[in-house]
Structures are given as C-alpha cells and as structure tokens.
C-alpha cells in the first residue's frame, strides 16, 4: 500500500482493508512507518520506536475491530511491558515498563498494532508538548505553533498522517484540546467508565482518563466499545451503555435544547475566533433543528481553575518526592515549572485540600442545574487559535529565582509577589473550558468545526451530563455529515 491510499483511511476503514485481504498488516505497518520517516522530524510526535513489538504483532494472527491497524501509545500511563516509560521526565529517561495497563492491553486485543509512543510535557501537567527531555512537538498545520498538550504528540501524528487514531489521556482537556489544535475528534468519557488497572485505580483523584484522539467519529465511538468496562482496580462499576456506541452513530440525536457560552472569568474578552467557533456552530446547529441559545457560564469557572491547579500542584509535589525516593535523583532531574509546582503542592495544608475537594459538590451541582434545562452545553475549546512553541515557557531569569527558592525552601515568596497567580492565569487563559469536564466527572468532546483565516484549526466543546457518551457521539455524527471536516493532511516542510 503507497503513503497516499494509506492517507485516504481511517482506521476502520484500514480494518476492513486487511479484513478482506486487498491489504496485510505488514503492509499498513510499513506505510505508517514510511509516514512517519517522512514527517516525524518535522514535528518531533514520536519519541520511542516499538519496532520489535510491532514486527512480532504483524506477524501472527490479529483479530478485534481495529485489526492490523497501526497505533501510537502516549509515553504517560499507557504501559506497555518491556516498552520505554519516561512521563516526559529525565529521571525515566532510561526505565522500561514491568507492566502492561488495562487498556493497553484491550487496545491489542482490538487487534491494533502499537509501533511508537509519543511526546508529551513532563508529567502530563501543562496544555503544551514542550519537554525538555524530547523537545517541543510542533502543529503539523503550522510548525511555529503548538499541536496542544498533554497528548500533543499523539495529536500531531494523526494529524500528519501517521495514524489515523492514537492513545490520548485528558485529566484537564488533555483530549480535548489537542484535538481542536490539530483539527480531530477528541472524546473525554465519563469518570470510571474508562478503567486505569491494574496498578491505578483513579488517576488524578479521579480526574483523568484515557482514550484516543482520531479523524473520525466512528473510530472514536468504536475505540470506546473496544475500552469500557470496570475491572479489579476500578473504584465502581458505572453503567453501560446498552449496545455498542459504534452501533448508535445513525440514529438521530433528536431535536437537543443546547446552551453555549464564551464568557469566561480568565479571559477579559473571548478570542474572536473563540467567538466564531461557537457562532458557526450554533448556526449549523440551528439549521439541524436544534434549540440553541446563549447563557451566562453555569458555574464559578475562576475557583473551579484554582481548585483544579491546587489539586494538581499536590499531585505534583507527591510524584516528584516518590520519583526521588525511588530513584535517588536530585531536583537537577526535573523541568523548573515542575519542581515549582510541587513546591506549592508542599505549601498546601490539609484543610485546604479537603476544601477544594469537597467544592466539587459545588462545581457538580451547577453543571447539574444546567443540565436540568439545557441537554448539553456548548463552549469553545480553545481560549485562543493554537499558540506559538515557547510561548509559555518561563523566563530564565524566573526560572533562575524559582530554583533558589525552592531550594532554600522560600517559595512562599512567589505567592506574596502575584507571580504565581499570573503564571496560572497565562497557563490557563488560553484552554479554560476544559477543566470543567474533569472537575464534575462528565463526558465532553471536541470537534474540528472552525478554521481560522490563516487555517487554524479551533475545536467546539460540548458538555453532556452523565451518560451522555452516545448522545455526544450521536451528535458529533450528525454534524460530521451536515459539515465535513476536512481529512486531508497538512504539507510539511522541515523545521
């Protein structure tokens, strides 16, 4: 199979090709690997090679959905044994997986063929792919540009070209908002629908889970299939759906009452691009037949990023003190923004936590009203079209103080100065819809129906309320046939 019939599949449509014998897998394994010679240098998606693994796969019997189709694992949570496991982080730079996770496994046994695992932020913790272990992953739409983070490599190899569906995981949008950078499908399932064993139980406190970033509804709705179910590790078992999800994406989702917003409290004034995605959408909605309308935001979305930050910030501190424990490594093994993140996870008491924890109540009870009146709500993805490589990144005169003060254990100092609440509100400012999803627990997806005038991609987020999985699919359906988005890969030039 030449590159460019490869480019014209998706994966299901990969599978039926092996399926019926006009392809083998050997073949779609070395159009991926021709794809990515081609490509990878360029945007830097694919930072460990899996060669032996994938050769081994391709040459015994496949079965499952996704048969024989080429697949990328991100280099965060998703373990396979023997494979490299780095989190983005210089002290696993060497380490190799004793374990193979839940869904790893389920995703071989949809019959995929995992070949690579792709680049991601140290730790997962920033909405940029920019680490320094591997170096920046850049748009395959624009390479000065960010494809997104945490899963940016996994969004900018399928936007290339490379899959037509990759592993992704979102504990704050890290789906959802590499798939409105690079123009993609981006689920984010429902707390525990999705399992995390068999070492995780709930990641994050339960504010991560895993799934896939890809072209298409129907891969997205099939992986799920192929993901769902609890398992020992998981917390609960959550409710099923009643047939496949795969099954359910022609049958309409019915005339939906529909409330968006761009408001926003970290954002004086929405991105008019941000505005114009949401506008776009809402008049293709309406011509669909559905109800919509502009509402205020439904919850205190600047203490829901405070709570969700001090979450992750305590998260922070106890994973860089385990890796020194284990490893014996010194702060000199970790990103700057890391150790400061763990160093004000450190500062955080006890009362404060349980109090951000317990504000979920809160947080869950708004998104609830709302959905007691509105089926879904509607927000941009993106605070802003996909911003510049680098531009996040923190001063080096910053980065200088903020190893001196946690060195000498003063970062208290950072606080009095505002320089934390300004780094949050930069960090934040441009992605701050997403964090919501995670907070309450409920499915939201992204879908690629704005471009920029410069061609951007910019994504439309929709919250459902708990089970919503098939209505959001059912809809994303429904509008990918009403406005196709494009799948035409992006010409690239080397950087």
Not at 300 to 326: M, N, P, S, T, Y
Not at 443 to 448: D, Q, V, Y
Not at 467 to 490: D, F, G, K, N
């Given at each position: 199979?030449?590159?460019?019939?490869?480019?014209?599949?998706?994966?299901?449509?990969?599978?039926?090709?092996?399926?019926?014998?006009?392809?083998?897998?050997?073949?779609?394994?070395?159009?991926?690997?021709?794809?990515?010679?081609?490509?990878?240098?360029?945007?830097?998606?694919?930072?460990?090679?899996?060669?032996?693994?994938?050769?081994?796969?391709?040459?015994?019997?496949?079965?499952?959905?996704?048969?024989?189709?080429?697949?990328?694992?991100?280099?965060?949570?998703?373990?396979?044994?023997?494979?490299?496991?780095?989190?983005?982080?210089?002290?696993?730079?060497?380490?190799?997986?004793?374990?193979?996770?839940?869904?790893?496994?389920?995703?071989?046994?949809?019959?995929?063929?995992?070949?690579?695992?792709?680049?991601?932020?140290?730790?997962?913790?920033?909405?940029?792919?920019?680490?320094?272990?591997?170096?920046?992953?850049?748009?395959?739409?624009?390479?000065?540009?960010?494809?997104?983070?945490?899963?940016?490599?996994?969004?900018?190899?399928?936007?290339?070209?490379?899959?037509?569906?990759?592993?992704?995981?979102?504990?704050?949008?890290?789906?959802?908002?590499?798939?409105?950078?690079?123009?993609?499908?981006?689920?984010?399932?429902?707390?525990?629908?999705?399992?995390?064993?068999?070492?995780?139980?709930?990641?994050?406190?339960?504010?991560?889970?895993?799934?896939?970033?890809?072209?298409?509804?129907?891969?997205?709705?099939?992986?799920?299939?192929?993901?769902?179910?609890?398992?020992?590790?998981?917390?609960?078992?959550?409710?099923?759906?009643?047939?496949?999800?795969?099954?359910?994406?022609?049958?309409?989702?019915?005339?939906?009452?529909?409330?968006?917003?761009?408001?926003?409290?970290?954002?004086?004034?929405?991105?008019?691009?941000?505005?114009?995605?949401?506008?776009?959408?809402?008049?293709?909605?309406?011509?669909?037949?559905?109800?919509?309308?502009?509402?205020?935001?439904?919850?205190?979305?600047?203490?829901?990023?405070?709570?969700?930050?001090?979450?992750?910030?305590?998260?922070?501190?106890?994973?860089?003190?385990?890796?020194?424990?284990?490893?014996?490594?010194?702060?000199?093994?970790?990103?700057?923004?890391?150790?400061?993140?763990?160093?004000?996870?450190?500062?955080?008491?006890?009362?404060?936590?349980?109090?951000?924890?317990?504000?979920?109540?809160?947080?869950?009870?708004?998104?609830?009203?709302?959905?007691?009146?509105?089926?879904?709500?509607?927000?941009?993805?993106?605070?802003?079209?996909?911003?510049?490589?680098?531009?996040?990144?923190?001063?080096?005169?910053?980065?200088?103080?903020?190893?001196?003060?946690?060195?000498?254990?003063?970062?208290?100092?950072?606080?009095?100065?505002?320089?934390?609440?300004?780094?949050?509100e930069k960090n934040l400012a441009w992605v701050p819809y997403t964090q919501l999803?995670?907070?309450?627990?409920?499915?939201?997806?992204?879908?690629?129906?704005?471009?920029?005038?410069?061609?951007?991609?910019?994504?439309?987020?929709?919250?459902?309320?708990?089970?919503?999985?098939?209505?959001?699919?059912?809809?994303?359906?429904?509008?990918?046939?009403?406005?196709?988005?494009?799948?035409?890969?992006?010409?690239?030039?080397?950087?």
């Open positions: 199979m030449d590159v460019e019939e490869y480019l014209r599949h998706d994966g299901l449509g990969l599978a039926e090709l092996v399926a019926s014998g006009q392809v083998t897998a050997g073949e779609l394994l070395e159009a991926a690997r021709s794809r990515a010679k081609a490509v990878n240098p360029a945007i830097n998606a694919i930072v460990a090679w899996l060669d032996e693994h994938a050769d081994q796969r391709v040459a015994g019997e496949l079965s499952g959905p996704f048969a024989g189709v080429p697949f990328l694992l991100k280099d965060l949570g998703h373990n396979l044994a023997g494979a490299p496991r780095s989190d983005g982080c210089r002290a696993f730079a060497d380490r190799k997986s004793a374990i193979t996770d839940t869904v790893v496994q389920r995703w071989l046994d949809a019959g995929l063929v995992v070949f690579g695992k792709t680049n991601t932020p140290e730790f997962g913790s920033k909405g940029v792919t920019e680490p320094v272990l591997f170096g920046p992953t850049r748009n395959p739409w624009d390479l000065r540009r960010t494809p997104g983070g945490s899963s940016g490599g996994a969004g900018a190899a399928v936007a290339a070209g490379i899959v037509p569906v990759a592993a992704a995981s979102d504990g704050g949008g890290s789906i959802r908002i590499p798939a409105a950078c690079n123009g993609l499908v981006g689920l984010k399932a429902g707390r525990g629908l999705v399992p995390a064993g068999p070492v995780e139980s709930e990641p994050l406190n339960g504010l991560a889970t895993s799934g896939v970033l890809s072209r298409t509804v129907r891969d997205t709705a099939a992986m799920l299939d192929a993901l769902i179910g609890a398992e020992a590790m998981s917390p609960f078992a959550t409710a099923l759906p009643d047939r496949p999800l795969s099954q359910q994406l022609d049958e309409a989702p019915g005339k939906l009452r529909i409330g968006y917003t761009t408001g926003c409290a970290l954002r004086e004034r929405p991105h008019p691009e941000a505005v114009r995605a949401v506008e776009r959408s809402a008049e293709l909605l309406t011509e669909l037949g559905h109800e919509v309308e502009e509402v205020d935001p439904p919850h205190d979305d600047r203490q829901l990023g405070k709570d969700f930050l001090l979450v992750w910030f305590v998260h922070q501190a106890d994973e860089v003190d385990r890796i020194k424990r284990e490893t014996g490594c010194g702060d000199d093994a970790f990103e700057p923004d890391t150790l400061m993140m763990a160093a004000l996870g450190r500062m955080t008491g006890a009362v404060a936590l349980s109090q951000a924890q317990e504000r979920r109540r809160e947080h869950i009870a708004a998104l609830a009203g709302f959905h007691s009146r509105y089926d879904l709500l509607m927000t941009p993805t993106l605070g802003e079209p996909p911003i510049e490589v680098g531009s996040l990144a923190t001063p080096p005169a910053l980065q200088t103080v903020s190893r001196l003060l946690v060195r000498t254990r003063t970062t208290r100092v950072l606080r009095l100065l505002g320089m934390v609440d300004q780094l949050v999803a995670n907070i309450t627990g409920r499915p939201a997806i992204s879908l690629p129906l704005h471009r920029t005038e410069a061609g951007l991609p910019m994504g439309t987020q929709f919250v459902g309320p708990l089970q919503s999985e098939a209505l959001l699919l059912r809809l994303a359906r429904q509008l990918e046939v009403a406005a196709p988005w494009t799948l035409e890969t992006p010409l690239l030039e080397a950087v």
